[in-house]
């Protein structure tokens, strides 16, 4: 709760390669959440460079992320959009809260102990207190509500323990958070495997449909989608790969999986594929022309993130001065 306001905070990391389970799941509904929530949402480049980034590639992701939800509809007079490292606050909240958090704490995480067994030859200390920099993210903001795909939810966690502990020692300093886990981004499955969650990092590229893929790429996907044996289109517990279609097609054209029973009657999957292909690509075209669009004029996606860093400093400065205040810091 920041000025009366209920807060929603959410980070991202710099990639430009968010799927249709990111896009169906969280992203399309972004715009409900900025009638409830005063919306803060961050590329966050500190946490990039935990592991080993091409600064021209990293330079550019930042630009393509925040041009991507722009695209996406979210509106930058409604929300709160801006890049980490433009709001000095967070790096120093978070050396703060590493002096509040255990070493025990940070060893548990589990996807410290799975980036740094995939970076085995660059364990760093970022690496090790990222969740300390993603608790200063929340708690600069008073944030309410943490809307995270399931793999965050341990990282909200640690940080409400170092908000409460911290809240002890100084007592009314931080708003505690609440983790939101999407459910239905995780529905969403791998088209090359239904059983596996659409994830972004998979490294067959027939899995996963990006939200900036071109019309004949979205199709070719879809066309080569693992189904099963069987020929008619419906929903059943066994049928993983047209479950995930009829999903797909439903978030896309708002229809029950009977309407789409009923479509697709006496039509095979090839047909069915098909169409699932062109709505998903025709939803997407607008996206990727306005992408193309944004990031075709810089200025502007710069006057975007001054305008974003002017907005989220004025609530971390506050958050830090208080908390440098009752930690005994000296004001000058
Ligand atoms: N760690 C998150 C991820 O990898 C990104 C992130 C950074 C974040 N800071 C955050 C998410 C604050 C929510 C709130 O997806």
Redesign the pocket.
């Known amino acids: 709760m920041f000025n009366n306001q209920l807060v929603s905070?959410?980070?991202?990391?710099p990639s430009g390669n968010l799927t249709i389970g990111n896009y169906l799941g969280a992203i399309k509904n972004f715009s409900i959440y900025s009638e409830k929530y005063k919306c803060f949402y961050?590329v966050?480049d500190e946490?990039a460079i935990t592991v080993r980034q091409v600064p021209a590639d990293l330079r550019r992701r930042t630009y393509e992320t925040l041009a991507l939800y722009v695209a996406c509809g979210l509106d930058p007079d409604k929300n709160t959009l801006y890049v980490q490292s433009h709001v000095h606050e967070h790096a120093e909240l978070a050396w703060i809260l590493n002096c509040y958090t255990m070493f025990g704490e940070l060893s548990r995480m589990t996807q410290f102990k799975d980036k740094s067994s995939k970076h085995s030859d660059n364990i760093n200390a970022g690496l090790f207190t990222y969740p300390t920099l993603?608790a200063a993210?929340?708690l600069l903001y008073q944030t309410d509500v943490?809307p995270?795909?399931v793999d965050?939810k341990q990282?909200v966690e640690l940080c409400r323990d170092i908000a409460e502990r911290f809240n002890q020692l100084y007592p009314d300093t931080f708003t505690i958070p609440e983790p939101i886990i999407s459910k239905s981004g995780m529905k969403i499955m791998s088209l090359a495997d239904p059983t596996k969650k659409m994830s972004k990092s998979d490294e067959n590229v027939n899995a996963v449909v990006y939200i900036l893929d071109d019309k004949d790429t979205v199709i070719r996907k879809f066309k080569r989608a693992v189904t099963d044996s069987d020929t008619v289109v419906r929903f059943a517990e066994d049928k993983h790969g047209i479950n995930n279609l009829m999903t797909i097609y439903s978030c896309f054209t708002g229809k029950t999986f009977d309407e789409i029973e009923k479509e697709f009657d006496g039509k095979g999957y090839g047909e069915f594929k098909l169409a699932v292909g062109e709505v998903c690509a025709d939803a997407l075209a607008p996206v990727r022309q306005r992408h193309a669009e944004l990031l075709a004029d810089k200025a502007y996606l710069e006057s975007l993130m001054k305008k974003g860093a002017e907005e989220a400093s004025y609530y971390a400065r506050r958050t830090l001065g208080k908390v440098q205040k009752k930690l005994g810091f000296v004001k000058i």
């Open positions: 905070y959410s980070g991202v990391q961050c966050v946490h993603m993210d929340i943490v995270v795909g965050q990282h």
